[in-house]
């Protein structure tokens, strides 16, 4: 069983950057690949950037390629998201989610799930 517990959002304008923290609990934190996903008003969730255990291994979503950044900190049991150049619509709650194995990219295929954090960005 993982607990995840997401902050860092807020709001923050065009050309911004903001940091989000995601705190796993869970003593086998390290064996679970991580991700990033976002939810638009009237929109389905999306994948936004993942992780594999050993933090060697990172896939973004175009939308957000050269401007995120995945990481993570094994013996703090955390995930991060370095978020930089924000643009309007990158506004959206965020959610951070575990998977023990599976297709990094689909929604469906993450066991644990955060309760998200709103990211706004204004123009």
């Known amino acids: 069983q993982v607990q995840l517990v997401e902050s860092g959002g807020g709001l923050v304008q065009a050309g911004g950057s903001l940091r989000l923290s995601c705190a796993a609990s869970?003593?086998?934190?390290?064996?679970?690949?991580m991700g990033w996903f976002r939810q638009a008003p009237g929109k389905e969730r999306e994948f936004v950037a993942t992780i594999n255990w050993t933090g060697g291994t990172t896939y973004y979503a175009d939308s957000v390629k050269g401007r995120f950044a995945i990481s993570r900190d094994n013996a703090k049991n955390a995930v991060f998201l370095q978020m930089n150049s924000l643009k309007p619509e990158d506004t959206a709650v965020y959610y951070c989610?575990?998977?023990?194995?599976?297709?990094?990219?689909?929604?469906?295929?993450?066991?644990?799930w955060g309760q998200g954090t709103q990211v706004t960005v204004s123009s």
């Open positions: 869970g003593r086998t934190f390290n064996t679970y690949t």
């Open positions: 989610a575990a998977q023990y194995s599976g297709n990094w990219f689909s929604v469906r295929e993450y066991d644990y």
